[in-house]
Nanobody, 111 residues
Framework: VQLVEGGGGLVQPGESLTLTCIAS???????MGWYRQAPGKQREFVAR???????DYSEPVKGRFTIARNDAQSTINLNMNSLKPDETALYYC???????WGQGTQVTVSS
């Protein structure tokens, strides 16, 4: 299964953006998630959602980001509100089983 992310772009601080990840095949019961990597930093966890729709978020994004999944369409979305400049990063989609990563989509938050 391959993953393709989209929806990244340039936004101003405080604005919103929605990222989408499309899987080329069934995602089954695997957890799916979003990670991000800023220049010069390690990749970090952002959010994940299980097949039972339980969602987990990193502390910095709690209350501002929302992850959702549609198993019928093999997609997950990440709705990001009140974006901050330090959230500029390459955002990656991840399929836990078998551990597949997408190519990433760039999010830039700048005035």
């Amino acid at each position: 299964v391959q993953l393709v992310e989209g929806g990244g772009g340039l936004v101003q601080p405080g604005e919103s953006l929605t990222l989408t990840c499309i899987a080329s095949g069934s995602i089954g019961t695997s957890d799916m998630g979003w990670y991000r990597q800023a220049p010069g930093k390690q990749r970090e966890f952002v959010a994940r959602i299980a097949s039972n729709l339980r969602a987990d978020y990193s502390e910095p994004v709690k209350g501002r980001f929302t992850i959702a999944r549609n198993d019928a369409q093999s997609t997950i979305n990440l709705n990001m509100n009140s974006l901050k400049p330090d959230e500029t990063a390459l955002y990656y989609c991840h399929l836990a089983l078998p551990g597949t990563w997408g190519q990433g989509t760039q999010v830039t938050v700048s005035s």
